[in-house]
């Protein structure tokens, strides 16, 4: 018998968010091993079909909408408390979620509320012999490892997100509709009053090109040069700790284990020393490039290229050949 | 005002992890063991929040083996009021039956507001803060870098997210995780240590909290199959000598080569 499989979709600045879609495609891999109907989970406010338009093109079974002001904003309680109700009427056997800050949020509330195991910030997801089977990193990912959920009822995990790639689309459109009622919620919860976005720049956990700078970068100003370098190449830029606690860059570009992880195409490191809390969070990044002055720093051994010398001398000579590149010269 | 502070006893981050022979566990000798980084922050606004509202209490709990009993001991050095441990009774390390067995002590307390770390170095699961609060009904908020009490029981929070921050509203009581940035966490001083080491902290074991050995058999919720350490990269190329031909060399391989440009 098919089992239903739900994955929980948020959305990023009204559209649904590149994580949520990255779940649809980890339940479509599970569905090669198990009989799966996949449904996705759509809850906001004054929802039009533009919307959530992009979830009738994954070639999934079915899009619960539910349209109700508390989900104007993420709102945990309200959220917790429909999934539930969703859950006692329809049975689901696996819920999955993007492990972004909300679905960290939600997805342990909910393995409280419906007193079920749950699989935190999976990087790769399976089911075997009727159990659900991942591996998440531990230890700021400096280990792997493998775990079963082991419990009846409902089974919750998380997904990292940028792992899973975001599905191919399908033209053709066989997926269900079905509005869900929601009465709104009653009890105490914590409410958005305000949402305040980021100061500029991008989220560097979605940049392709990270130009990333830290200690030896000297100073806030000197920055310029990356932002230079990132701006030719569409990157964003990133930090080292030691950068952030000098405040010389905002928390939110900080790369490592009290920051983002990142797996860019290209991480370019300048005067960054290559910490083991700064590796974890940029290890798995496809091509990176470390610029140091000191051959023996850790950075310089995990580079695919590893330039010896001052980045203030590297760094200019750089720019100026992608920008002769751009300008056709 | 009643406060709580959650904390666990990791290995220092600077430590070299290593997997046992079993591949089911770490190797724990030779560890340097230290309070979770992200549960400093949750003591110093513990602390802070009480020396700022008079006749406020600071509890610190802990659930875990004998030698964490060190965390709790720089808790009270850092200016937290007492502090309780309890005995962990072993088996599988599970979220669920954490939140579970230390939401069963809290119960008995009267709190108002409980901070938790953001996520625990060792298993980073960013979960027993929101288990706690299902488990004692009561809200929660993640990430927390900047929060202010407005009026008698209701605070006005910072929630960092991946693209900028949500400002949330939420009352009292409630559970709160803390990011990087809320504060900057004092060093406990020489004879502050000393003083919080003399300091009698009282275990609670398992038995005490009218637990049976089934029902928390039944609280491990996961099981771990094994552990493995990530492949490493292979070796990259050194590139040495004039700036201005290194750098076209790496400018030939980044278009040609990686062809990530
Ligand atoms: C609990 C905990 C969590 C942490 N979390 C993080 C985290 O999330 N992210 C993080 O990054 N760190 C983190 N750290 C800090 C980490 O241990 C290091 O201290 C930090 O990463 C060092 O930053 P850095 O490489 O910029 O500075 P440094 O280690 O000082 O390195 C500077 C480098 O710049 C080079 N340099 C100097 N001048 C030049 C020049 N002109 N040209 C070229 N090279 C130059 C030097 O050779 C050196 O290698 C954490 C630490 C702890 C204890
Ligand atoms: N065994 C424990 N004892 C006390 N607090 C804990 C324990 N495990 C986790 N916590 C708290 O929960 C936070 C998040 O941990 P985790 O959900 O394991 O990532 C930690 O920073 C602590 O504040």
Redesign the interface.
């Known amino acids: 018998m098919s089992q239903r499989l739900w994955t929980i979709v948020f959305t990023?600045?009204d559209k649904i968010s590149r994580e949520s879609l990255e779940v649809i495609s980890a339940a479509k891999q599970m569905g090669k091993d198990i009989d799966l109907t996949i449904e996705a989970i759509f809850a906001g406010h004054k929802i039009s079909v533009e919307d959530y338009r992009e979830l009738l093109h994954q070639g999934i079974d079915r899009v619960y909408i539910i349209d109700h002001k508390d989900f104007r904003?993420?709102n945990?309680?309200a959220m917790k408390e429909l999934i539930s109700e969703m859950a006692e009427k329809y049975s689901p056997s696996i819920i999955l979620m993007p492990a972004?800050?909300?679905g960290?949020?939600l997805?342990?509330?909910l393995?409280?509320?419906l007193k079920?195991?749950?699989?935190?910030?999976c990087i790769e997801i399976r089911h075997r012999d009727g159990f659900l089977?991942c591996t998440?990193?531990?230890?700021?990912?400096?280990?792997?490892?493998?775990?079963?959920?082991?419990?009846d009822g409902v089974k919750i995990a998380s997904i990292r997100p940028h792992v899973y790639p975001v599905p191919e689309t399908v033209d053709e459109v066989t997926t269900e509709v079905e509005i869900v009622q929601y009465n709104g919620f009653s009890g105490?919860?914590?409410?958005?009053?305000?949402?305040?976005?980021?100061?500029g720049g991008m989220?560097i956990?979605e940049a392709n090109?990270i130009v990333s700078g830290g200690k030896g970068m000297k100073s806030a100003e000197n920055f310029a040069l990356l932002e230079d370098l990132a701006r030719l190449?569409g990157g964003a830029v990133g930090a080292s700790r030691s950068a952030v606690d000098e405040g010389w860059r905002p928390?939110?570009d900080?790369v490592g284990?009290?920051?983002?992880v990142v797996m860019p195409?290209?991480y370019i490191a300048c005067g960054i020393s290559g910490a083991?809390?700064h590796l974890v969070g940029m290890?798995r990044s496809?091509?990176?490039?470390a610029i140091n002055k000191d051959?023996d720093a850790p950075i310089?051994?995990?580079?695919?290229?590893?330039?010896?010398?001052?980045l203030f001398?590297?760094i200019p000579?750089?720019t100026e050949?992608?920008r002769k590149?751009r300008t056709g010269g | 005002m009643n406060i709580c502070v959650l904390t666990k006893q990791v290995p220092d981050t600077d430590s070299s992890i290593r997997i046992n022979d079993l591949s089911d566990d770490i190797v724990l000798d030779g560890l340097k063991m230290i309070m979770n980084p992200y549960d400093e922050y949750a003591v110093e606004e513990a602390v802070k929040t009480c020396q700022s509202i008079p006749g406020s209490k600071s509890t610190v709990m802990t659930l875990g083996e004998g030698s964490s009993k060190s965390i709790l001991i720089t808790s009270l050095a850092m200016g937290m009021d007492e502090a309780v441990r309890i005995e962990d009774p072993g088996g599988e390390e599970d979220c669920y039956k954490t939140a579970i067995i230390l939401s069963r002590v809290l119960g008995e307390m009267d709190f108002d507001l409980i901070f938790v770390g953001k996520s625990a170095f060792d298993d980073n699961a960013s979960s027993v803060g929101a288990l706690v609060a299902e488990f004692l009904g009561v809200p929660y908020v993640s990430n927390v870098v900047k929060f202010e009490i407005t009026g008698d029981d209701s605070l006005k929070i910072h929630r960092e997210k991946e693209s900028g921050a949500d400002v949330v509203c939420v009352s009292l009581p409630c559970v709160i995780s803390c990011e990087k940035g809320l504060n900057r966490p004092r060093y406990p001083k020489l004879m502050k240590l000393m003083k919080a080491n003399k300091k009698n902290i009282p275990v609670r074991s398992i038995d005490s909290l009218g637990f049976t050995d089934v029902e928390i058999n039944g609280f491990e919720k996961t099981k771990t199959l094994g552990l493995i350490t990530p492949p490493c990269r292979p070796p990259g190329k050194m590139l040495e000598g004039e700036p201005e031909e290194v750098i076209s060399e790496l400018f030939r391989e980044l278009r040609e080569v990686v062809k990530v440009v």
Do not use: W
């Not at chain 1, 079920?116 to 910030?121: E, F, K, P, Q, V």
């Not at chain 1, 105490?188 to 949402?195: D, K, L, P, T, W």
């Not at chain 1, 496809?286 to 490039?289: A, F, N, R, T």
């Not at chain 1, 310089?300 to 001052?310: E, L, Q, S, W």
């Open positions: 990023k600045d904003d993420f945990l309680g972004n800050v909300y960290k949020e997805a342990p509330s393995s409280g509320m079920t195991g749950l699989l935190a910030d089977e998440r990193p531990i230890y700021a990912g400096r280990i792997l490892s493998k775990v079963k959920l082991d419990c105490a919860g914590a409410v958005i009053r305000e949402i305040q976005e980021t100061l989220d956990s090109i190449l928390h939110h900080q284990q009290t920051g983002k195409d290209l083991v809390q290890n496809k091509c990176i490039v051959p310089m051994k995990i580079a695919d290229y590893a330039i010896v010398g001052d001398e590297m000579i750089l050949k992608f590149c």
